[in-house]
């Protein structure tokens, strides 16, 4: 099975009906990248940046540092497109003792990923002119995780300006970026036609967007029998943020497990989703499914899918 799959790596990902659909690869430092051409992903849909910056003590990776490294993984990627999302601390990754956790007695709910960002704002800009500065030299994709109102999407805009104005103070040459916002919080689902004029695409985080949606802790072990991809009303927000960013013509991927998720691929192409992001391992099952699929006879089994008031098992007509 393992050397039938490996001979699909060349293979482009188009269904039977002749839809392309793009398959990227989730990394966690530049080293990743190998494993993720290797596996034939068209490019990196989440590099999850907050790897960096944990098990680092006290000291935390500089601008160059950081440029650096983002810099690589453009370069490994070799000219294909490169998702940058800005750190994810807290909750569930958190930095080493000695810096700031937020103490919460919630940390899903508490001090993480884009709050912690805007709430040491030196630190955010450091890592956004790292950015931009390595855009020089590759496609980038920059996201921002956990965003859930208007009011964070305008600080974190804001913010992106000023980093540029720094570089440009300081006579630093920096590249284009192309703006996303990773849909993980109900609040972001239910806003998403607001959301999508803010940003060139958005990534749907499923692992977020089930913890919060269903009120499950996923890393409680005790509730992780509730931790239902299939719920309806997880599955009725991402098809509306699928649709709502087709209507508007806006990329959108999903990044969370349900993208690497084999059983779950037909399903999401029923709503109409062309963009998928996984663990490297994953690209090549994930591939195969596609190849054997006609969306035309998915969209009406989705949408029974999605009316239904229980969740079903995810099995598509032939
Ligand atoms: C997600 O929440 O689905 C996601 C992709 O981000 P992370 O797993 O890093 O929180
Ligand atoms: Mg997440």
Redesign the pocket.
């Known amino acids: 099975e393992r050397e039938r799959l490996s001979r699909l790596r060349h293979t482009p990902a188009v269904t039977l009906d002749g839809q392309s659909i793009e398959l990227m690869a989730?990394i966690e430092r530049p080293d990743d990248c190998d494993g993720a051409v290797h596996a034939g992903a068209v490019g990196v849909g989440?590099f999850?940046t907050?790897f960096l910056f944990m098990g680092r003590g006290a000291k935390l990776p500089d601008e160059d540092e950081q440029y650096a490294v983002y810099r690589e993984a453009l370069e490994r990627m070799s000219g294909l497109p490169v998702t940058l999302?800005t750190i994810?601390i807290g909750?569930?990754?958190p930095l080493d003792k000695g810096h700031r956790d937020g103490g919460s007695l919630n940390p899903a709910l508490g001090l993480r990923?884009i709050r912690w960002s805007l709430a040491d704002t030196s630190m955010f800009r450091t890592q956004l002119r790292a950015v931009l500065r390595a855009a020089l030299h590759g496609k980038v994709n920059l996201l921002f995780?956990?965003l859930s109102s208007i009011g964070e999407i305008r600080q974190t805009l804001a913010q992106l300006d000023l980093a540029r104005a720094e570089l440009d103070a300081r006579g630093e040459a920096y590249g284009d970026l192309r703006l996303g916002a990773?849909i993980?919080v109900p609040a972001a689902a239910l806003m998403i036609r607001s959301f999508l004029k803010h940003f060139d695409f958005v990534?749907?985080?499923?692992?977020?967007?089930?913890?919060y949606t269903l009120a499950i802790d996923?890393a409680d072990e005790a509730v992780a029998h509730l931790f239902d991809p299939m719920h309806p009303a997880v599955l009725r927000l991402v098809a509306d943020v699928i649709r709502a960013a087709n209507e508007a013509g806006k990329e959108v991927c999903v990044?969370?497990?349900?993208?690497g998720d084999v059983t779950m691929t037909r399903l999401l192409l029923g709503f109409g989703l062309r963009s998928f992001?996984m663990h490297p391992a994953q690209i090549l099952a994930v591939k195969q499914e596609i190849l054997r699929s006609d969306t035309r006879k998915l969209c009406e089994w989705s949408q029974s899918i999605l009316a239904s008031d229980e969740p079903l098992a995810p099995v598509a007509p032939a």
Do not use: F, W, Y
């Not at 990534?203 to 913890?211: A, E, K, M």
């Open positions: 989730n989440l999850r907050e999302r994810d909750n569930d990754k990923a995780p956990m990773m993980e990534s749907i985080g499923t692992n977020d967007l089930v913890q996923r990044c969370g497990e349900m993208g992001s």
